[in-house]
């Protein structure tokens, strides 16, 4: 009997399609079961599929190749998208206003920086480079040392004029190409930054490549020293032609030059040993150069050593002008160079020797103790050693008198600071170092370049300040008091004048300096013929770019007179210091010094420890 399904058909089981799917089960219990798992391939889809039932795929036939409409359709679409887009952000990028991010404006100091070394290409004697860009200057005292038979060394052609004249003076001359060097060696990459690397170093190498004519750099001992080469001294009456006699292009120049030697200078062949020791480590990536100042520099030293004497003692023409007071402080700072520049400790011995910092001053105060100049290297010896204490820490026998350096060092930055009465200041604010006597410009930068430089050691030494008695100060109070006195130099004084020769509106224009104040009117003027320029109450023709003059009084008060010296004479010392103090204060702060270069040939203060034991071996 069959029943019925209420939605159709019969509800009875069929035995045979039972047995039938029966059988299949047990069929497929057989089977893999991952097989069965497996999707099917398209071959595979064919078996089973009827062949009304396989997909087709369409196609598109462009001409020269035939693809999926699939993808046809994507290919076509992306490229609409990416075009629309690349059509957007064109749109946005023409637009939208532009924002450049400029590097910032140079500061001040680092303005100031690319006069300031313009004025030593103005004072180059002898054949000047193609790219020496002072426009009014040419090739000058081309007989230096040949017209004079009774001196050994015979050419002297080169070098740096020392002022608003046409004298070479060794003494000051040294001296500023040893500061140069330190402040190279200390902010090589602030130098860099300016874009004036190269610029100093080729000033250095000037200074430095005449120094090596003066003396015979080949021997390892030396007799004599070529000192000063010109005259100067009017104080007679004497109206013979000569270096301050007469008012003349040095291009003109046609009298005779004399050169003074000296064979018992101790202060001058140790300042000159400095200047090249220093100068070995500028120049330490051109090896042969290095070598020979430093053979040139330990020859000087020996002789130093060796013929004890002041190089103006006798009335000379230096004493006029660059007397010494002694050669001990050149002993110490002499030595401290001649260390950092061979590492051979009997050098840091000499200089670090008790009864030699002794004879330099180092334990008494007088009025001008730690006012760093051409005379006195004491200020700069004691910085320059601190720097080892801090830095290398040598111990043993050492550590005695460099505690005492870095101590009255210490005393010496108090000394500059508002607080204390160590110094007056004009009302200006102008620090008066030389405790009012004419041209104080040339010790007011070399304070502020020591003081920044003393407080970059102690940033990199992660010391936060110093005391002065019970009383602690930031390291940033001897970077203010460094701003300060050369913003006063750049005109924030009372006379709102720059007394740097070209920066600023204000500064002076009657400088008193031959070469400025003469025409280059292809006009010859002679000895005598110069004088009514030096007279004159028009600008010099010529600006001198660069040139720090003397400076102000001790009232601030200033004559831009050109033949008044003491107000408005510029000076390779006094614009050395100038640019060691910009350099200093220029750029970022957190740039600071380098604090390995200056230790390049210096070994290791402590020896190297012995190897480890062999392993036990049972």
């Not at 004072?123 to 040392?145: A, F």
């Not at 874009?195 to 003396?215: A, Q």
């Not at 110490?332 to 160079?337: M, S, Y």
């Not at 614009?575 to 060691?580: D, P, Q, R």
């Amino acid at each position: 009997m069959y029943g019925r399904d209420p939605w159709g058909g019969p509800l009875e089981i069929n035995a045979a399609d039972s047995a039938t799917d029966d059988d299949r089960s047990r069929n497929l219990q057989d089977l893999d079961r991952a097989a069965l798992s497996r999707p099917l391939d398209e071959t595979q889809q064919s078996w089973l599929l009827g062949p009304g039932e396989q997909k087709k795929k369409k196609y598109v036939d462009l001409g020269c190749i035939i693809v999926s409409r699939k993808i046809f359709v994507w290919t076509v679409g992306t490229i609409l998208v990416a075009g629309v887009l690349a059509g957007f952000i064109t749109l946005i990028v023409k637009t939208v206003p532009r924002h450049h991010h400029r590097h910032p404006p140079p500061d001040n100091y680092t303005l100031a920086l690319h006069k300031a070394l313009m004025f030593f290409n103005a004072q180059r004697s002898g054949k000047l480079p193609k790219h020496n860009n002072v426009s009014w200057r040419g090739n000058s005292c081309m007989q230096d040392g040949k017209s004079d038979p009774s001196v050994l060394m015979k050419d002297l052609v080169g070098g740096f004029y020392d002022a608003g004249d046409a004298i070479k003076f060794n003494f000051p001359a040294a001296y500023s190409m040893t500061l140069l060097s330190w402040s190279v060696i200390e902010y090589s990459a602030k130098f860099e930054a300016a874009g004036e690397l190269n610029h100093i170093k080729e000033i250095i190498k000037w200074g430095t490549d005449y120094f090596l004519k003066t003396f015979n750099h080949t021997a390892d001992t030396i007799d004599r020293v070529a000192a000063q080469v010109g005259v100067g001294d009017t104080s007679g009456g004497s109206t013979s032609p000569n270096d301050h006699y007469c008012w003349m292009r040095p291009e003109d120049i046609d009298y005779p030059r004399p050169v003074y030697e000296c064979h018992s200078c101790s202060d001058l062949a140790a300042e000159m040993a400095a200047a090249l020791a220093s100068a070995s480590i500028v120049f330490k990536d051109n090896k042969a150069y290095s070598q020979k100042l430093v053979h040139g520099a330990a020859t000087l030293f020996k002789f130093a050593r060796d013929q004890r004497g002041r190089y103006s003692a006798g009335g000379s023409d230096a004493s006029i002008f660059y007397n010494s007071s002694s050669y001990w402080d050149e002993f110490v700072w002499g030595g401290a160079w001649m260390y950092y520049a061979t590492g051979n400790q009997s050098y840091l011995q000499l200089a670090t020797h008790p009864k030699l910092a002794k004879h330099a001053g180092a334990f008494w105060g007088g009025p001008d103790y730690g006012v760093f100049s051409w005379d006195n290297k004491l200020p700069g010896a004691q910085v320059l050693l601190s720097r080892l204490r801090l830095f290398l820490s040598p111990g043993y026998p050492y550590e005695e008198i460099l505690r005492t350096f870095h101590n009255q060092t210490s005393i010496v930055m108090c000394s500059f600071l508002p607080v204390f009465t160590s110094f007056n200041r004009t009302r200006g604010g102008m620090i008066q170092l030389n405790h009012g006597r004419p041209q104080p410009l040339q010790y007011v930068v070399n304070a502020a370049f020591l003081a920044t430089l003393f407080s970059d050691y102690l940033d990199a030494a992660d010391t936060p300040g110093w005391y002065c008695g019970p009383n602690f100060f930031s390291t940033d109070v001897l970077r203010d008091f460094a701003k300060t006195q050369i913003d006063y130099i750049l005109g924030k004084n009372p006379r709102k004048m720059s007394y740097v020769v070209g920066f600023g509106n204000h500064y002076p224009k009657h400088v008193h300096h031959r070469g400025a104040s003469i025409p280059k009117n292809k006009i010859k003027y002679n000895c005598k013929g110069g004088w009514k320029w030096r007279d004159t109450s028009k600008p010099n023709p010529n600006t001198l770019v660069g040139a720090m003059v003397a400076g102000p009084d001790k009232h601030d008060g200033f004559h831009d007179v050109r033949t008044n010296y003491n107000y408005t004479e510029p000076t390779l010392a006094g614009n050395a210091g100038l640019v060691a103090a910009l350099v200093a204060l220029s750029g970022d702060k957190s740039t600071g010094i380098d604090k390995n270069t200056i230790f390049s040939a210096v070994p290791p203060m402590f020896p190297t420890p012995p190897p480890p034991p062999a392993p036990w071996k049972p």
